[in-house]
């Protein structure tokens, strides 16, 4: 199968981007064939300090942990095993900043290979399954819901009190726990079939849309979807809006280029992004080219000549030396490689709310 992503992030009604997102790296073969192609969010908890540093943490954790899988390691031992190296090193920030649990921030990741789909989540963020014009969600958010609902179904509470529990929405497990017992891991892969479309995003998309609405926004070309989707989501004008982010997968048929990832301008605040995506393919000419060199070298003496012989007959001026390197505060620098994109820098916030699995309100 051939798996063609895209991206869009809004920073949504908040102060500051809590959401991180990551890609693994598309244009290594050796690697993609036996770990898959890799896409995961981070969703820093608002009702936390310093989401926005918890969910960058997690995500380049995550990435860094999963690049060293070997071809012996299942995917599922490899997602796990990185879920944890991201926690551990949310628990080790906190403890920097002398905090006991006191960042968070969910994940959810998803690797891709051949036909086959694994995913692991902690906490809330969504993984949907867009097929046959219908989509499903996934993975079980780690929810306060969860226990409420079952205590329904044993006759213990009353579904109106279930329903209108103030910590209904509260996370039960999420990065940067001291003991992370709570692990949603698809042990057997899920099949997937061309047409398919893999949805991977922050609750601020699905909590804000239904199901409906969000299928509304698969039209067009693939690459748009996230962009639709975010912007259907703000275009709600939903008061405490929370940050939104959205990676789509599209599963096509094989082709022979390879998986590109793009680069989508988030509007209203810049992006968090946990690893920068790679660039995209530029476009192969296989036509053999034509040396133009011999008629450069002829054209370059010609106009030599012809300037050193107009300048020895008529130059009579005075000749102005060129400084070759100038060094005013008008002088350019000398044109070389752009420079690399740097990560955001750890934005801290004081006023952050202080409570522990608890989101901001709208979330």
Excluded at 99 to 122: F, K
Aim: glycine share 8%; aromatic share 8%; hydrophobic share 40%.
């Amino acid at each position: 199968m051939h798996f063609l992503p895209a991206n869009a992030q809004h920073i949504g009604d908040r102060h500051s981007q809590q959401d991180s997102f990551g890609f693994g790296d598309p244009d290594d073969r050796a690697f993609t064939s036996h770990g898959g192609f890799l896409a995961l969010v981070c969703d820093g908890m608002g009702g936390m300090e310093f989401g926005d540093a918890a969910s960058r943490a997690a995500a380049h954790a995550f990435l860094d942990a999963y690049k060293i899988k070997t071809p012996a390691e299942s995917i599922p031992a490899a997602l796990e095993r990185s879920t944890r190296a991201a926690n551990d090193a949310v628990v080790t920030l906190a403890h920097q900043y002398g905090l006991s649990e006191g960042m968070g921030t969910t994940l959810v990741a998803a690797a891709l290979v051949d036909s086959s789909l694994y995913y692991v989540s902690v906490g809330d963020s969504g993984l949907f399954l867009r097929r046959n014009g219908s989509l499903k969600m996934l993975n079980k958010p780690h929810i306060f819901a969860n226990l409420l609902d079952a205590a329904v179904a044993r006759g213990n509470l009353a579904p109106e009190d279930a329903e209108n529990h103030p910590e209904r929405e509260s996370l039960t497990s999420f990065i940067g726990a001291e003991s992370l017992e709570e692990i949603d891991l698809s042990a057997d892969p899920v099949p997937l079939q061309e047409g398919d479309v893999i949805l991977l995003a922050s609750d601020g998309l699905f909590k804000t849309l239904s199901n409906d609405e969000m299928l509304a926004s698969f039209r067009g070309a693939a690459q748009s979807w996230p962009e639709k989707l975010v912007e259907q989501t703000i275009g709600k004008h939903r008061e405490h809006q929370d940050n939104v982010t959205v990676l789509t997968i599209a599963v096509e048929r094989d082709q022979a280029q390879s998986v590109q990832v793009p680069s989508r301008v988030a509007q209203n605040g810049a992006p968090t992004v946990a690893a920068n995506p790679p660039a995209a393919n530029p476009q192969v000419n296989t036509t053999p080219k034509k040396s133009v060199m011999p008629w450069v070298v002829f054209l370059f003496l010609f106009v030599l000549a012809a300037g050193a012989g107009w300048w020895f007959f008529f130059g009579h001026g005075p000749v102005t030396r060129l400084n070759a390197s100038p060094t005013g505060p008008d002088s350019s620098p000398p044109v070389g490689a752009p420079p690399r994109a740097r990560p955001a820098d750890i934005k801290l916030d004081p006023e952050a709310p202080r409570s522990p699995a608890q989101k901001e309100p709208g979330r």
